[in-house]
C-alpha cells in the first residue's frame, strides 16, 4: 500500500489534476489551456471548480483585439466545445459553464469572427443562389 501512495504524486502529475498547494487552501487543481487573444497563452492550473474568469485571469487577461463574444471552450473528449459571451456573461444574461480538467480555451480575435460572418453571408447567398437556379431549370423543364 505504501508504494501506490508514494507514486500517487506521479500520477497526479501525468493527469490532468493534482493536489493544490496547502498555501493556496488544498483540494485539487485541475489543469487548462488558454490560448488566443489573451497576455500570457499557455498551460495553468486553476483550482477545481474555477471559472473561465479564473482561466483568463491565470493567462494575463485577454489583449485589446480579444472578442469576448464568441470564446470557444473545447472539452478534453475533443467532440464537445461551448462558445460563451462573456460580456453576457457579466452582465448577469448567462452563466458561465464549469471547466473540466483538460479543458482548452481559445479567445478568438475580433477580426476572426468578422470574417466567420462573412464567410457564413456568403454561404447562405450561394446556398440561395443556387436554390433559383435550380427552381428556374425546374420551372423550365416542366413548361417544356
Request: charged share 20%; net charge neutral.
Amino acid at each position: 500500500m505504501r508504494w501506490i501512495l508514494a507514486f500517487f504524486p506521479a500520477i497526479l502529475a501525468a493527469q490532468d489534476f493534482r493536489p493544490a498547494p496547502p498555501e493556496t487552501g488544498g483540494g485539487i487543481e485541475i489543469r487548462i489551456s488558454v490560448m488566443g487573444e489573451v497576455k500570457q497563452p499557455g498551460t495553468f492550473w486553476i483550482k477545481d471548480g474555477g471559472t473561465l474568469l479564473d482561466a483568463l485571469a491565470a493567462a494575463g487577461g485577454p489583449t485589446d483585439r480579444a472578442n469576448l463574444k464568441a470564446i470557444r471552450i473545447s472539452h478534453t473528449d475533443q467532440r464537445t466545445f461551448e462558445i460563451v459571451n462573456l460580456e453576457r456573461v457579466l452582465t448577469g444574461q448567462d452563466t458561465l459553464p464549469p471547466l473540466e480538467p483538460g479543458d482548452v480555451i481559445l479567445v478568438p480575435t475580433i477580426a476572426t469572427v468578422r470574417l466567420q460572418r462573412i464567410v457564413a453571408i456568403f454561404r447562405d447567398l450561394s446556398l440561395a443562389v443556387v436554390s433559383a437556379v435550380n427552381l428556374w431549370q425546374f420551372f423550365n423543364s416542366a413548361t417544356q
